[in-house]
Nanobody, 127 residues
Framework: VQLQASGGGLVQPGGSLRLSCAAS????????MGWFRQAPGKEREFVAT?????????YYADSVKGRFIISRDNAKPTVYLQMNKLVPEDTAVYYCAMSTLGLITSQVRRGESYDYWGQGTQVTVSS
């Protein structure tokens, strides 16, 4: 499985960006795909994730709830992260991650639950 992330960049506070993560390499009957981020000098943290197992579930970190929206392309294993009302604290390298296993709710926010990772895309929020 390969994950290709894109969409990062430089944006002013209050602006928006959309990240994309496309998976390839096999077909998926179920998956969990989402985003983590790591700011300089900080540990990696969970941002948001999308779980597909016939039905859909989404999960968000408290710091982004109400500002970020994660969604899926129904035609292919691609997940989007629409980031609105960005603040400087959102500056980080954003990593796409995927699990092809059936994660339970308590697992979806933990990075070690994911077995595939993308290359990271830089998001910088600055005036």
């Amino acid at each position: 499985v390969q994950l290709q992330a894109s969409g990062g960049g430089l944006v002013q506070p209050g602006g928006s960006l959309r990240l994309s993560c496309a998976a390839s390499g096999r077909t998926f009957s179920r998956f969990v795909m989402g985003w983590f981020r790591q700011a300089p000098g900080k540990e990696r943290e969970f941002v948001a994730t999308f779980r597909w197992n016939g039905g859909t579930s989404t999960y968000y970190a408290d710091s982004v709830k109400g500002r970020f929206i994660i969604s899926r392309d129904n035609a292919k294993p691609t997940v989007y992260l629409q980031m609105n009302k960005l603040v400087p604290e959102d500056t980080a390298v954003y990593y796409c991650a995927m699990s092809t296993l059936g994660l339970i709710t308590s697992q979806v926010r933990r990075g070690e639950s994911y077995d595939y990772w993308g290359q990271g895309t830089q998001v910088t929020v600055s005036s």
